[in-house]
């Protein structure tokens, strides 16, 4: 008997699980767990994911916390509300505007979304340099990496309100700001010369003045490949740790989430945006400030600041001479609150405001390794933003070690109340007013000749050899080009100003002025033929006009966005082979555009096909971009009863895409939420407009559906086996494989699930462990 794709009614609110087990006794748990059937509808978030199997290795679990706990579950958080709204609200044709002011007010309560993900990429770097006695005396705190592992956690999120000025006197108010620490001198990424013959004098003369630098062009190639490694990885062990979770009619029942997005995804673009590197032709990853610290341990503080100094300014540590050397010095004094004399510490401290200027803090912690059966000690915060090489390395070393301790470091509630005040008050009385001021001199005295009708002659006149003011003494392309020949604009330059102007701007989320600014340089850069700098222009300015929260016109995205996408992708793919930028470039492009609404939806969709059909993602990758253009063309809504002008055959078209992506690669988790996912998109349509009329896509979507059947029926088999063969029987997981027999009604669009079995698991009588009968027929419906 042929069953229908398009009657199948939608599925039923499902409960939501307790947590795992506590002290309570197995029979409580399970009288908790069967009573909370009629609860509400699970989040995204907690079906998906394996909580009590990942939390019985907590030495695991903690490698794996970004997809455990997932950021993001938006569901019930008011700017969730808000960001769906705006979303879904707006004429079918984009008529109605949308408020991208909205969003970002509530950006920082919804660390999982893209728009969040993205302000908190772009933010201020600031380096870390400190002297030996300072990491020896971390290192006796459990901090083999010194000052910059301690302080990193805690640049994530600047305690309290931070208030930004504009580029026009306006002050505004965050409670989301962030800074990144990074350790000085690491992560340069070499620029290209435009002649082959240079390449040996390129890379000796910046292998003397990086001081240990080792990425080379090549490595943004392998971010690529490290953010694949890492997403997989986290699919694995949710696939591993709980098989039977994966096989329940909880999990079964689930599609996809238009106003969360997946963890993995999350994941994904976290890990895309980290790690940024110090590269010529953009300068977020250029340091604004420079921690310098010692210890109160050193015998010579003030001559030990000192040489710290002049080492990163103009000894064996300084940075090539494309990074401006004039960001802020703040100087800091590591106080043990154990060992050291806090009168000694106090005067040493007053005497280096004397020499050094305002920009010092006196750090006060304590000397001694805090562990977790300390009254006030607390877990230090894991980093959300370490690269995805840096994580890989870390869960291959944890796979390689035998024993499963608790990798967790913990330090003392004192000492992370110093360290938040001590970031507190350098971002804002510190960096933020020094990123103002260099703005505001940029803006008055370079970029304000470049606007309006002289600024354009003055471009003319550059283009044709007149009025050059160059001053690097190596060969150029032109008379008139600063653009030096071994690949980058020297810090002196111009157009190094600007980019620097508009970058600092973005970062203070002052996007009209970044985008003039942008706007300005990209016929700079493409005059100079500085293409990876024109690509990365074109890329940030078609960014920054997103984020302008102003109502943006058909004809002016297939004018300036469109242009400027097609010219970023165009340069990072064929002229600077730089896949990275490409992906980075479109896959922001399509979440802004994404959440202006209406038709931007379709143009959002467009960059991701494109983005697919460039063949640069990976199996993953490609595979988590189905599944997001499946959301994008779902979270268009139509008009009427009718849903005129709604995208939901093309949302279910891309959910079964996303779907057998997933299962060529044995990921039957998120195989089966796409799949429960066009089931449910398919069934919304009316009969005629449904699929069962479409023998070859009918065929197509029943045969995923029963190899996911046969995959999930064989580690099912598996596992029963496992569990037959030990002595002691895990009640709660008793209850979910024999819950997870009717996984074909995943694959199978048009089945109506059968409502949760309630009955109990042990008889009352004799008090003898018996299994639940399945009284739901045949597990194969396909016949």
Not at 528 to 535: E, I, L, Q, S, T
Not at 725 to 739: A, G, I, K, P, Y
Request: aromatic share 8%.
């Amino acid at each position: 008997m042929e069953s229908s794709f398009d009657h199948g009614s939608p599925t039923e609110p499902l409960p939501t699980p307790p947590m795992a087990a506590s002290s309570a006794s197995p029979l409580n748990v399970q009288k908790t767990r069967l009573a909370s059937v009629d609860g509400t509808p699970l989040s995204q978030s907690e079906i998906t994911l394996p909580i009590r199997d990942r939390r019985s290795h907590p030495s695991a679990a903690s490698l794996y916390a970004s997809t455990l706990s997932p950021p993001g579950s938006r569901s019930q958080s008011p700017a969730g509300a808000r960001l769906a709204s705006r979303v879904n609200s707006g004429s079918v044709f984009g008529g109605l505007g949308s408020n991208n002011a909205l969003a970002l007010e509530g950006a920082g309560d919804s660390p999982g979304d893209p728009l969040n993900l993205i302000c908190k990429a772009f933010v201020p770097h600031v380096a870390v340099y400190a002297s030996d006695d300072t990491d020896q005396l971390l290192g006796e705190k459990g901090f083999d990496r010194g000052l910059w592992q301690l302080l990193r956690p805690f640049g994530e999120r600047i305690q309290g309100k931070v208030i930004i000025r504009d580029s026009n006197g306006a002050s505004r108010t965050y409670e989301d700001y962030s800074v990144h620490f990074v350790r000085f001198g690491e992560g340069l990424e070499h620029p290209e010369p435009t002649t082959g013959g240079l390449k040996k004098t390129l890379n000796g003369s910046l292998e003397k003045t990086t001081g240990g630098g080792k990425d080379e062009p090549s490595s943004r190639g392998r971010t690529l490949a490290d953010v694949e490694a890492v997403v997989e990885r986290h699919l694995s062990y949710a696939e591993d740790s709980a098989p039977a979770a994966s096989q329940s009619p909880i999990a079964t029942k689930h599609g996809l989430d238009i106003d969360v997005p997946s963890p993995y995804y999350s994941l994904y673009l976290r890990r895309l945006l980290s790690g940024l590197p110090i590269a010529p032709h953009e300068a977020f990853a250029h340091p604004v400030a420079c921690v310098i610290a010692i210890s109160s341990r050193n015998p010579a503080p003030i001559e030990t600041l000192r040489n710290l100094y002049t080492q990163s300014s103009t000894g064996d540590r300084r940075l090539p001479n494309w990074v401006d050397s004039e960001y802020l010095r703040y100087y800091v004094l590591v106080h043990d609150e154990e060992s050291d004399d806090i009168t000694r510490s106090m005067s040493l401290f007053d005497q280096m405001k004397r020499n050094l200027g305002l920009h010092c803090h006196l750090l006060r912690i304590r000397g001694t390794q805090s562990v977790a059966t300390d009254d006030d000690s607390i877990p230090l915060p894991t980093s959300e933003w370490m690269s995805a090489s840096e994580e890989l390395a870390n869960i291959r070393r944890h796979d390689d070690q035998d024993d499963l301790e608790d990798q967790t470091r913990y330090i003392y509630e004192s000492d992370a109340t110093a360290i938040r005040t001590f970031v507190r008050e350098m971002v804002t009385q510190s960096i933020i007013p020094t990123m103002e001021r260099h703005v505001s001199v940029w803006n008055d005295q370079v970029a304000s000749r470049r606007r309006g009708v002289a600024g354009r002659f003055l471009g003319l006149t550059r283009r044709w050899g007149f009025g050059s003011t160059s001053k690097s003494s190596s060969a150029t392309q032109g008379s008139g080009s600063n653009y030096d020949s071994l690949g980058f604009y020297r810090q002196d330059a111009p157009e190094a100003i600007m980019r620097k102007l508009a970058d600092y701007a973005f970062m203070l989320r002052d996007w009209k002025l970044a985008y003039s600014t942008y706007d300005i340089l990209r016929g700079d850069f493409s005059n100079d033929k500085a293409w990876r700098y024109h690509a990365a222009t074109n890329e940030m300015a078609a960014i920054s006009l997103l984020m302008l929260p102003q109502n943006l016109s058909a004809k002016t995205r297939a004018e300036t966005i469109d242009a400027m996408f097609e010219a970023a992708v165009y340069s990072y793919l064929t002229r600077c082979t730089a896949p990275y930028g490409a992906v980075r470039c479109l896959i922001l492009g399509i979440e802004l555009l994404r959440l202006r609404g209406g038709s931007n939806i379709d143009d959002a969709a467009k960059w991701g096909i494109r983005l697919i059909e460039s063949k640069i993602l990976g199996p993953v990758g490609e595979a988590l971009i189905k599944e997001r253009l499946a959301v994008c063309y779902a979270s268009r809504t139509g008009l009427g009863t009718q849903q005129l002008g709604s995208r939901r055959r093309k949302s279910a078209l891309w959910s079964i895409l996303g779907a057998d992506a997933w299962l060529a690669q044995s990921k039957y988790i998120p195989a089966q939420r796409c799949l429960n996912e066009a089931r449910r998109m398919y069934g919304d349509l009316p009969t005629e407009h449904g699929i069962d009329k479409f023998e070859r896509a009918s065929a197509f979507m029943l045969g995923i559906g029963q190899q996911l059947n046969e995959k999930l029926e064989a580690d099912e088999h598996g596992e029963e086996s496992t569990v037959q063969d030990s002595d002691q029987v895990d009640e709660e997981s008793e209850v979910l494989n024999t819950r997870g027999r009717r996984i074909s009604t995943a694959g199978f669009p048009g089945a109506t699930a059968p409502p949760l079995e309630a009955s109990p698991l042990m008889s009352t009588g004799h008090g003898n462990s018996q299994e639940v009968v399945d009284v739901q027929g045949p597990t194969d419906d396909f016949g």
